[in-house]
Structures are given as C-alpha cells and as structure tokens.
C-alpha cells in the first residue's frame, strides 16, 4: 500500500515539470500547490505569476484554496491586475503555463468551453478565462486532469486552448510557438512524440497498468520510447507538500 495519495502523486509530478529559475503561469487548483512544492524542494528561484495579478517567489505562508486568497497576496513580489500579468505571456516571458480543462485530445488541444454541438451544447462549460493565452504563448503548456475516456477524446469538441491543433506543423502554420508538453493525470503521464506531437505515453504511475491507461483513451494511446513507471513521490517531496498544503485540502 502506497504511503501517499492519487493527489500527491499528481501534485508532486506536476512541480517536477517546473525548472529552477523559470517563470511559471500558476493555474488554479492542484498547481498552485504544485508550485509551492517546485519551489521548496529543486526550483527554490522560480517566479510564479497568477491570474489574478499577484507575482510572488516564496510560496505563501498560509493555507491557500485560491490563488486570490489573502495569504498569496501578502509579501507577494507583486500585486496589480490581470492585464499587466497576462502582458508578460505576450513579452514572451513565461516559460511554462499550467491549465485544466474537461476535454483533451491526442494533440493536446483543450476544452473548456462546449461539450456536444456548439449551437446546441450538451454541456456549456466556463469558457476560457486565461487559458487560450496561456496555451498560445507560453514556451510549453503542462495540463493536469483526470484520465477517463471522456475527458481523453479522439478531438475535442470546442478548441478552446490550442494544443498542435491537427498535428504535425499545424501550430507552427497558425503562427503559434511553444506547445504541449506534459499532461499528468491520475493514472499516467503524456507527452508528445514524434513529428505528429501525438501525445503517447511516457509513464504510468505505481498500482496502475499501461492497459489499464490505454482502456481509459479515447484514441489508440501509443507508449513513448523508454515509457516507464512514473517515481512515486519522495519523503522531501512529501514533506514539502505537507508543509504547503497544511489542512490536507488538496492532496486527500
């Protein structure tokens, strides 16, 4: 029996994506967290940029559950607003841009805006809000959600974040740079391979298969060379996601 949890794991696998000295766009949820965790242990120069327009190093000294909350706001680096936050992605500034979404699909475009037929939707989903721009303009995008066969599609209904769009050179002819390059979810990890940026497995975590992942994929889920068991999450790593997420809110 693992000593952690699905969440742990997600939430430690996503701040392993995060570099030392590197600016990060902080979605909301489990990489605020994440964020919290890169910094403590292996990326103590990282930036973190939030929507709503708070820059700050250290994580927050409190429990947060938003990224608004008063905690990140207190000794940030900086509190304005979102459009000189959401300026830095189009000074080309951010090196990498964490978003959710409902839909993904084998080129990592993201939806969050329809399910079903866009004039008549089964669901309508939030929308957007920053995540097209985070999408399109930063050096990489990294996704996090769960895996179900539903969520993971063959195409997505509503492009609402630009992934490799048709695959191929498709997000280079719309003139956008950067792209997907991780998607964590509860079972495993994808990135893209090959001249196609189809997503393919890269790592499946402990208790879990490659079977069972490729049974939970809306498309012929291929294995990335070298795919192997994602590592679970060490005692540093714990102990530091502890120490952010203090009420155990978002790694139960």
């Given amino acids: ?15 392993r994506e995060i570099r030392d000295g590197e600016v990060i766009f902080v979605g909301m949820r489990l990489p605020i967290t994440a964020y919290g965790v890169a910094r403590l242990t292996h990326a103590p120069n990282a930036v973190g940029l939030f929507e709503c327009g708070i820059a700050r190093y250290a994580p927050a000294d409190g429990m947060l559950y938003t990224m ?15 459009v000189p936050v959401m300026s ?11 978003i959710g979404g409902a839909e993904i699909d084998r080129y990592g475009n993201i939806n969050t805006s329809y399910i079903g037929d866009f004039g008549n939707p089964e669901v309508k989903l ?8 985070i999408a399109a303009m930063s050096k990489r995008l990294l ?5 179900e066969k539903r969520r993971l599609v063959e195409r997505v209904d509503y492009v609402t974040s630009p992934g490799y769009l048709n695959g191929g050179t498709g997000r280079t002819e719309a003139g956008i740079a950067g792209g997907p390059a991780a998607v964590i979810t509860d079972r495993a990890i994808l990135r893209p391979h090959g001249d196609d940026h189809e ?6 975590h402990p208790e879990h298969t490659a079977e069972e992942v490729r049974e939970h994929t809306g498309w012929n889920l291929k294995d990335m060379p070298g795919m192997a068991e994602t590592p679970p999450p060490s ?4 102990d530091a996601l502890h120490a952010i997420d203090k009420d155990g809110f978002w790694r139960s």
């Fill in 126 to 133: 939030p929308g957007s809000g920053g995540a097209a721009d």
């Fill in 199 to 204: 997503l393919h497995l890269a790592s499946v």
């Fill in 1 to 15: 029996m693992a000593n952690y949890s699905i969440q742990e794991l997600m939430i430690v696998a996503a701040a």
């Fill in 88 to 98: 830095q992605l189009q000074r080309g500034r951010v090196d990498a841009g964490f």
């Fill in 235 to 238: 005692r540093e790593e714990l």
């Fill in 68 to 82: 608004s909350d008063p905690p990140n706001q207190e000794n940030a680096a900086w509190t304005s607003g979102l």
């Fill in 143 to 147: 996704a996090i959600m769960n895996h």
